[in-house]
């Protein structure tokens, strides 16, 4: 018998939800476990669905692990792709030899560091934060999908910037090395959360303290360059 279309809508609309529900139980325990600790009936009880749907949805446990590392980088596109694109649009008619384009190249390096900031204060940020720290130790097919997606994006993105401040090529080490200073900044509070809040003392890293943290790489970014800090 045919499913009726109202019946097959809320077939489909269960289906995503528990595509939903896995994904997300998944993200949290292979941040906390490691792939290869995690286990699929963990996974199953915290997302509340049968482990069989695992295979179902996603083929295999390595189907899910990739499949989370594709969800998170929708979400950081999400959040910075369209500053990113506002930012990309700009930057080859920029000429940072002239006081004012150096204000403005540092105006859109602190605009993609907003836009790292967003992203980074999102609840389910501290998971992508495990997840990433242990791919950047023993690279996977899943650091394929985070960096070749808006995070590489975006450190080409500074590169250029901070090409056009120095006066140097973007392919070059030193520029190539700085662009990674400048987000390292940011991600050693995200990488190293415990020792940023026990030196800060700090209960956590939230949208409050990220802030904090934009203001003073912003501060020093705009002194290197000898240009006044804007309010």
């Not at 808006?150 to 006066?167: A, P």
Request: hydrophobic share 40%; charged share 20%; glycine share 10%.
């Amino acid at each position: 018998m045919l499913m009726s279309p109202r019946a097959d809508t809320r077939t489909n609309a269960r289906s995503a939800q528990t595509r939903e529900a896995l994904l997300g139980a998944a993200c949290e325990v292979f941040a906390r476990d490691g792939f290869h600790a995690a286990s699929t009936r963990a996974i199953a009880q915290a997302a509340g669905v049968n482990q069989a749907l695992i295979a179902y949805h996603f083929g295999s446990k390595e189907g899910l692990y990739l499949a989370v590392f594709e969800n998170i980088t929708q979400s950081l596109n999400q959040h910075i792709g369209p500053i990113h694109a506002r930012v990309q649009g700009e930057i080859d008619g920029l000429d940072g030899s002239t006081a004012e384009g150096r204000r403005a190249c540092l105006g859109y390096v602190d605009q993609l560091l907003g836009g790292a900031i967003a992203m980074f204060s999102q609840p389910a940020a501290h998971n992508w934060t495990r997840m990433v720290m242990r791919e950047q130790q023993d690279p996977s097919d899943a650091f394929d999908i985070f960096y070749g997606g808006i995070y590489r994006e975006m450190l080409e993105s500074f590169t250029r910037l901070m090409g056009k401040l120095t006066g140097q090529p973007p392919e070059a080490r030193g520029t190539r090395i700085q662009a990674l200073n400048v987000m390292g900044q940011l991600m050693m509070f995200m990488v190293g959360r415990a020792t940023a809040m026990r030196h800060l003392d700090w209960k956590e890293v939230g949208p409050d303290e990220l802030t904090a943290v934009r203001r003073e790489i912003r501060t020093a970014l705009y002194q290197r360059f000898g240009e006044e800090v804007p309010e």
